[in-house]
């Protein structure tokens, strides 16, 4: 709590300080985060060129996971499958009502 108190101290102090100080502020500020950003991206660039052995491997996966989505197209109904089933189903649902109501006399 007192870490929070002394932060928002230091806004309302910067907030009292003429506009030139308040930009200087900002400034830094951009500064320190863009200096955060690009570590991160430096950091990530370099694990990039480190890891060329993956990209190999990840390579030797694409196909993997191209058969497996054929093996699913295969393997799941189409639409018109299910337009097909549905059709039957209502043509049995109404023979079935038909030949339950006829009763032989």
């Known amino acids: 709590m007192q870490l929070n ?49 993956n990209t190999s491997q990840e390579s030797s996966n694409a196909p993997d996971i191209t058969k497996q989505l054929e093996n699913l197209k295969q393997q799941a109904p189409s639409i018109k499958d299910f337009q097909d089933i549905s059709a039957t189903k209502s043509k049995e649902g109404a023979t079935s009502v038909d030949t339950e109501n006829k009763r032989p006399q």
């Open 5 to 53: 108190k002394k932060i928002s101290d230091k806004i309302e102090e910067i907030r009292q300080q003429p506009e030139h100080i308040r930009l200087r502020w900002v400034w830094g500020a951009v500064a320190v985060s863009m200096l955060f950003v690009l570590a991160i991206w430096i950091f990530s660039i370099g694990s990039l060129f480190k890891g060329e052995k």
